[in-house]
C-alpha cells in the first residue's frame, strides 16, 4: 500500500542494480535468500494528476498566477486588519475562480484518464499455472508469459519465446514507434523456439538477464539461461529478440513472449517526454501586464498614503471637530498606521487587477474549444472521426505558429504505394487495365486474352517480381503451411508483407500484370508467368545498405542459368552498366521524379559458371571473416555489381494524403516554416518531401549525411553556411540524418542553427524519437523564442508533440497513442490549415482584444476613485458602493465580452484560408505588444477622467440638479460616474466587434438595461439584511433629472466620438491587410445583396462583374465550420450562430 501511495505521489525509487533479472513465469528460486526486484506495473499513465496530487497540484499551478496570488494577499489582508471594504469582496471571486479553472483542468485531466484506462484494461492472454488466462494489460507483471495473436499490438516489451512456426520466427511492423511501415522478423533462441503449446511453456525454467531499461528503441542487451536437463544452455540476446511495446504482429498467427520492460518502463513510453504545463504566450503576456498593473496599484497606494499624511500635518485637517480621534489612535505607532493606511489604500484601489480576467478567459478557452469539436470541415467522414481537443488552454496559440514540426509516415503520407509508370528497353510503359501498354498507346487486347510481352518485357517484370524480400500470408490456412501448395490455385487472399512498401507495389503491380511472385520457401522462390509455374533457386541476397543504395538477388533458373537481378537508386545502378539503354532510361528517371514518383532503376548480369564459382567463393570468404567484415563485403559486393545490363526503371508514387501540397504551401505564405522529422530512410523521405512539395524542383538541396566525426560534421556545415552566402538568391532546402544532427548538436549547435534558419525547408530522416524532441526544443530555446507546432501519428511523434509549444495528433493507423498525448487531435493533415489559419487567427484576436479590453475597462473603473480621494482628504471613502463594486466585473461588463470572445470574427473564414498572409498580420504577438497594451491604458485613463471630470464639472458648483432645488450627495455623485462608465465601456466593446449575432445583440444593450433595472429594484427597496443601505432612493432621483441624462449622453459621445473617428482615419488612410479583407468581403456582400434584388437578366451581368473581383469561388475553398462538405447543411445550434 505504501509503495503504491509513492508511485502515485511520483516518489518510487530508481533501480538499484545496472542489470535486471526475469525468471520466465516468475518461477523463482526457492532458497531463502533471494529477494525478488522490484519491477512497474503494466499501467500506461498520461494524464497529470492523480486523487491524491489533484488538490495541491492544482492550488500551486493556479497559485503561480500573479493575479490569483495578488487576490490571496489582497484577501489575507482584509482579514486581518481593517479595511474599507468587505473581504467577501476579494475572497468570493477568488474561490469562485480558483474553483472553475480546477473543474475545467479535472475534466480534461479524466478524460486523460479515461483514454489510459482504455488501453490499460485492454484484454490480454497470458499463461499462469499451466493454462491461458484472459486479463488486462494492466496486471501484466514482469516475467508473465503473454500471448499476443495477429495484427494486435504487443502490451509490453516482451522477450520472444515462440512462435507458431517450427523455426521461432515472427513478423512486425514498427510504424508506430519509429515511423517504418516495413515488416521485421524476430526470432526466439533454438532452446525456447520448440515450446508451442501453453503445458511446454510452464515446463520450461529459463531466467532473461538484461540491462535496465532505456529509451533507445534499437538497443537491448541481454543473455537467457535455459536450463534442459539439469544442464544450463546460455544464449545471447539483441535487438532482434525484443517485441517492442506499440509494435503490431504480422503474417504469424501467434506468438508467446516473456514482459521484461512493462508499463512506464517500456521502451515506447520511455521516448514520451514528461508532461509539463504549457503556457501559452497570450499568458505570459497577461503575467507581465499584470505585473506592470501592479506597480501602477503601488504607485496610486503609497502616493495616496503619504499624501494622506501631507494634508493631515495640517491641525485642523488632522482631527477635526466632526471626528476626534481615541487616545488609542493618539498613541499608537506612527509607522504601524502608515502600514495600516497604505494596505488600506491597497485593498481599495484594488479592483484595477482584474481577477475575473482569468475566470473570463478560462470560459473562453473552454467554451471556445468546442467550436474545433463542432467544425464540420474538421470532420473526417471515411473513418467517422472529428475534431478532439484534449487541452484548451492552448487555443490562442494556433494563432502564432511559426515552425511546424510534421513526421512522414501516416502523417503527410496514406502508408500506401501505387505502381505507376516504368521504363523497359528505352520505352516508357503505363499499366492500363492491368496490362502494360506502351506510353501513348491504348490498350487494345480482348478481355481474357494473354498479353504478348516481348523478352526484355518479359525479364524486366521477372527481375522485379523476384528481385526483394518480400514474404507471404495466406489468410485461410491455420499452420505454417507450404507455400506452394497454392500455385495450381491462386488464392484471392494471398497478402504480401514486404521489408519496403515500394517492393510491395512492385510485387502487386507485376502479379496484376501476369508475373505472379507465388512464395518464397527455404532456398527456392516461385514465380507463374501467364500460369506456367517456375521455380528459382535463390543462391545469394546482397542485402540493401545505405551506402551501396541497392540490393541485389542471385539466382539459379529453371535451365540451370546463374544470374543476378539487382536495383537501387539511379546513381547507384547506372554507373554500372555497360549495356542497355542507358541515356534513354536516365531521361525518363529524371521524368518520373520531376513527377514526384519514387524511383528505383533495375538491371542483370548472367554469370558463367567459372564466373559464378569465383564469386561464390568471394562471398563465402567475406561473410565467414572475422576480421573487417564489413569491409570486405562492400568490396566483394562492388566486384559482383558490376558489368550490368540495364533492363529498366520503374516509378512509384507514395499516396500522399488529399491536399497535403496545397497545405504545406498554404502554411509556407503564413510565413510558417515547416520541418519534416522522420524516422524513415534518406531516399524515401527526400522523395516524399519533393512530392508533397515540402522540397520544390527549384531548390538547391544541401546534405549533412553521413557525418562520422565532429570535425567532419563541422567542416560540412562551414561549408554550407558558404554555399548559402553565395547563392542567397534561391532557396535552400537542407537534409540531416539522425547521426549526423547528435554531432550537430553535441559541439556545433550555433553553426547548425543558423544553416537551418537561413533554408526554406529541412528534411530530417532517420530520427530517434527523442531526437525529434530534441531538434524541437533547440528552436523552442533559441534567442528567437519562436512558437513551435509539432504534429504525428504514432508512438514515436509523442516526446516531438509533448515538447513543442502545441501538440497535434493525426488519428492515423498507427495507435492512439500520439492523440492520447496530444493538446489537439485531427483526422487529415489538411485540416491543419483550417486549424491554424481559421480558428488559430479567431482565438488569437478574440483573446488578445479580450485581455486588452480588461484592462481598459478596470483601469476606467477604479481611477475615478483615485481620483475621489483628492477630494476627501484621502480618508478612503469609496466612490462607489460596494455592491456595485462587487458586481461591475462579474454581471454588469463580464457577459458582453465573453460572448465577444467567442463568436468574433475579424474576417470571414472563407478569406483568412484563402488569403494565407493574414496569419502575418497577428504573429509576434503583435496584438498583445507593449504598444498596443500602452494605447489600451491609455484611453482608460482619459475615458477614467472624462467620467470624473466631467460628472464633476455637472455636479461641483451646484449640486440643486432636482427641479425642487433637493440637493445631490457623494453617493449619487458616484453613480452618476458609475453609470457613465458601464455604458461608455460596453459601447466601446461593440465599436470593436465587427461580427454581430443576435447574442451579441442581447448581451450588449441586455447588460446596459440590467444595470438600470438592477439598480432601481436594489435602491427601491429597503432591504433588511443589510446594515446600512446608502443607495435607498439614489438611483431613481438621478434619473429624474434632465442634467443627469444630458451629461450621460454628453460624456458617453466625448468619450467614444474620437475613437470613431480614428478608427475612420487610420481606416482609410493606412488600412493593414486584414482591414483591406474585410473591405474585400463588405463590397462582395454587399454585391451578393443587390444582385439578389434584380431581375435574372440583370443579375447576371452584375454577377459576371463582381466575379471577376474575387479570387476564388466559394466553393474552391473549405467551407465555414457550420457547413457540411457533403451536401452543405447546415448546422444547428451553437454552430449555426457560428456560420452567420
Known sequence: ????????????????????????????????????????????????????????????????????????????????????????????????????????????????????????????????????????????????????????????????????????????????????????????????????????????????????????????????????????????????????????????????????????????????????????????????????????????AILSTILKYAWQAEDKWNEPFYNQKTDQERNSSQILKFISDFLAFLVLYNFIIPISLYVTVELQKFLGSFFICWDLDLYHEESDQKAQVNTSDLNEELGQVEYVFTDKTGTLTENEMQFREC?????????????????????????????????????????????????????????????????????????????SPDEKALVEATKRMGVTFIGSHGENMEIKTFGKAEKYKLLHVLEFDADRRRMSVILQTPSGEKVLFTKGAESAILPYTKSGEIDKTRVHVDEFALKGLRTLVVACRHFSADEYQEVDRRLHEARTALQQREERLVEVFNFIEKDLELLGATGVEDKLQDKVQETIEALRLAGIKVWVLTGDKHETAVSVSLSCGHFHRTMNILELVQQKTDNECAEQLRRLARRIKEDHVIQHGLVVDGASLSLALREHEKLFMEV???????????????????????????????????????????????????????????????????????????????????????????????????????????????????????????????????????????????????????????????????????????????????????????????????????????????????????????????TVMVITVTLKLALETHFWTWMNHFVTWGSIAFYFIFSLFYGGIIWPFLHTQDMYFVFVQLLSSGSAWFAIIIIVITCLFPDVIKKVFYRHLHPTSTQKSQMYTNRVAIGDDFIALQPLSRAKNQLGKISLLRPTRASDVWTPCAVSQRGKTPAHGWAGWWSE
Open 1 to 300: 500500500m505504501i509503495r503504491w501511495i509513492r508511485q502515485q505521489l511520483g516518489f518510487d525509487p530508481p533501480h538499484q542494480s545496472d542489470t535486471r533479472t526475469v525468471y520466465i513465469a516468475n518461477k523463482f528460486p526457492q532458497h531463502g535468500h533471494y529477494i525478488p526486484q522490484r519491477f512497474a506495473d503494466n499501467r500506461i499513465i498520461s494524464s497529470k494528476y492523480t486523487i491524491w496530487n489533484f488538490v495541491p497540484k492544482n492550488l500551486f499551478e493556479q497559485f503561480r498566477r500573479i493575479a490569483n496570488f495578488y487576490f490571496l494577499i489582497i484577501f489575507l489582508v482584509q482579514l486581518m486588519i481593517d479595511t474599507p471594504t468587505s473581504p467577501i469582496t476579494s475572497g468570493l471571486p477568488l474561490f469562485f475562480v480558483i474553483t472553475v479553472t480546477a473543474i475545467k483542468q479535472g475534466f480534461e485531466d479524466w478524460l486523460r484518464h479515461k483514454a489510459d484506462n482504455e488501453v490499460n484494461g485492454a484484454p490480454v492472454f497470458v499463461v499462469r499455472s499451466g493454462s491461458l488466462v484472459q486479463t488486462r494489460s494492466k496486471n501484466i507483471r514482469v516475467g508473465d508469459i503473454v500471448r499476443v495473436a495477429k495484427d494486435e499490438t504487443f502490451p509490453a516489451d516482451l522477450v520472444l519465446l515462440s512462435s507458431d512456426r517450427a523455426e521461432g520466427t515472427c513478423h512486425i511492423t514498427t510504424a508506430s514507434l519509429d515511423g517504418e511501415t516495413n515488416l521485421k522478423t524476430h526470432y526466439a533462441v533454438p532452446e525456447t523456439a520448440v515450446s508451442q503449446s501453453v503445458s511446454r511453456l510452464e515446463s520450461l525454467q529459463a531466467v532473461v538477464e538484461c540491462q535496465q531499461p532505456e529509451a533507445d528503441l534499437y538497443r537491448f542487451v541481454g543473455r537467457i539461461t535455459v536450463t534442459q536437463q539439469g544442464e544450463e544452455i546460455v544464449r545471447p540476446l539483441g535487438p532482434e529478440n525484443l517485441l517492442l511495446r506499440g509494435a503490431r504482429l504480422k503474417n504469424t498467427k501467434e506468438i508467446f513472449g516473456v514482459a521484461v520492460y512493462t508499463g512506464m518502463e517500456s521502451k515506447m513510453a520511455l521516448n514520451y517526454k514528461c508532461k509539463s504545463q504549457k503556457r501559452s504566450a497570450v499568458e505570459k503576456s497577461m503575467n507581465t501586464f499584470l505585473i506592470i498593473y501592479l506597480g501602477i496599484l503601488l504607485f496610486e
Open 756 to 978: 537551418c534558419k537561413n533554408c526554406s525547408a529541412v528534411l530530417c530522416c532517420r530520427m530517434a524519437p527523442l531526437q525529434k524532441a530534441k531538434v524541437v526544443r533547440l528552436l523552442k530555446t533559441s534567442p528567437e523564442k519562436p512558437i513551435t507546432l509539432a504534429i504525428g501519428d504514432g508512438a514515436n511523434d509523442v516526446s516531438m508533440i509533448q515538447e513543442a509549444h502545441v501538440g497535434i495528433g493525426i488519428m492515423g493507423k498507427e495507435g492512439r497513442q500520439a492523440v492520447r498525448n496530444s493538446d489537439y487531435a485531427i483526422a487529415r493533415f489538411k485540416f491543419l490549415a483550417k486549424l491554424l489559419l481559421v480558428h488559430g487567427h479567431f482565438y488569437y484576436v478574440r483573446i488578445a482584444t479580450l485581455v486588452q479590453y480588461f484592462f481598459y475597462k478596470n483601469v476606467c473603473f477604479i481611477t475615478p476613485q483615485f481620483l475621489y480621494q483628492f477630494f476627501c482628504l484621502f480618508s478612503q471613502q469609496t466612490l462607489y458602493d460596494s455592491v456595485y463594486l462587487t458586481l461591475y466585473n462579474i454581471c454588469f461588463t463580464s457577459l458582453p465580452i465573453l460572448v465577444y470572445s467567442l463568436f468574433e470574427q475579424l474576417v470571414h473564414p472563407h478569406v483568412l484560408q484563402s488569403k494565407p498572409a493574414l496569419y502575418r498580420d497577428i504573429s509576434k504577438n503583435s496584438q498583445l505588444s507593449f504598444k498596443t497594451f500602452l494605447y489600451w491604458t491609455f484611453l482608460g485613463f482619459c475615458h477614467a477622467f472624462v467620467f470624473f471630470f466631467g460628472s464633476y464639472i455637472l455636479m461641483g458648483e451646484d449640486t440643486t440638479l432636482m427641479g425642487n432645488g433637493q440637493m445631490f450627495g457623494n453617493w449619487t455623485f458616484g453613480t452618476l460616474v458609475f
Open 423 to 499: 521504363s523497359i528497353n528505352g520505352i516508357k510503359y503505363q499499366e492500363i487495365n492491368g496490362k502494360l501498354v506502351p506510353e501513348g498507346m491504348t490498350e487494345d487486347s480482348p478481355d481474357g486474352s494473354v498479353p504478348c510481352l516481348n523478352r526484355e518485357e518479359e525479364l524486366f517484370l521477372k527481375a522485379v517480381s523476384l528481385c526483394h524480400t518480400v514474404q507471404i500470408s495466406y489468410d485461410q490456412t491455420d499452420g505454417p503451411g507450404d507455400p506452394f501448395s497454392h500455385a495450381n490455385g491462386f488464392s484471392p487472399q494471398m497478402e504480401y508483407y514486404a521489408s
